[in-house]
């Protein structure tokens, strides 16, 4: 019954390529974001989607592109992966604007 | 424009003993602010919340904050630290514009020894 879930909880692989982290909600929730959190545990916000348009984005590359099929998923792909995208990817969640987030155990990029 | 300064990067109890984690915020709206724990490989819990109501919240796992406006601080307290307490710690801020966006500090890690 986890709440905010991601998949995969680990991806490693090399330079260059192309992949996409999944998240999902349970909880009923409009709104969802993605974080990344570096080697030294500091946590940035990168998108957030309320009812699935975008409200937020943080000067991310353009490599970097969220879509929200419907208000319960946010997915993040990410083209032509860098050594600096090594990270943990957060996704959360809230029940509006206002709301406390929740978030999910997080995936561990690592770019070989 | 908003940041937090968590003023410690590490903190260091006994069992049993009291728990200070300090921060201090700056902000140009009337701030939210929040205390969330994260365990080893594991994501962000909310702790607790401050938003505008009384100055001092009371959280989980017997955790409190008090908001200090004339300081500008959100310390967070525990009476007695627990082993499973052991975890990073991090001082948030929102309320730019209303969407939510979370500014988070740099995060306090706390060790508990026997």
């Known amino acids: 019954d986890t709440a905010v879930s991601q998949t995969p909880k680990y991806l490693v692989t090399q330079m260059g390529n192309d992949k996409s982290i999944k998240c999902e909600q349970n909880l009923g929730h409009d709104t969802m974001y993605w974080y990344k959190q570096d080697s030294k545990k500091f946590l940035k916000i990168m998108f957030s989607?309320?009812?699935?348009?975008?409200?937020i984005n943080e000067t991310v590359p353009n490599r970097f592109s969220p879509k929200s099929p419907d208000k319960a998923h946010l997915n993040l792909h990410i083209n032509s992966l860098e050594l600096g995208d090594s990270a943990v990817y957060f996704c959360?969640?809230?029940?509006?604007?206002?709301?406390?987030?929740?978030f999910g155990d997080g995936t561990r990029l690592s770019i070989l | 424009a908003q940041s937090v300064t968590q003023l410690d990067s590490h903190v260091s109890v006994s069992e049993g003993t009291p728990v200070l984690l300090r921060c201090n915020y700056s902000?140009?709206?009337?701030?939210?602010l929040f205390w969330y724990v994260q365990h080893p490989n594991k994501g962000l819990q909310l702790l607790l919340k401050y938003t505008s109501a009384a100055t001092l919240v009371k959280g989980i796992n017997g955790f409190e904050a008090e908001f200090k406006k004339s300081e500008t601080s959100f310390h967070l307290t525990k009476p007695s630290a627990h082993m499973s307490d052991a975890a990073e710690y991090f001082c948030?801020?929102?309320?730019?514009?209303?969407?939510?966006?979370?500014?988070f500090g740099a995060g306090t890690r706390l060790a508990v020894h026997p």
């Open positions: 959360a969640s809230s029940q509006d604007l206002k709301q406390p987030q929740h």
């Open positions: 902000s140009s709206y009337s701030p939210s």
């Open positions: 989607y309320n009812n699935k348009e975008l409200i």
């Open positions: 948030v801020v929102s309320g730019d514009g209303g969407y939510n966006k979370l500014i």
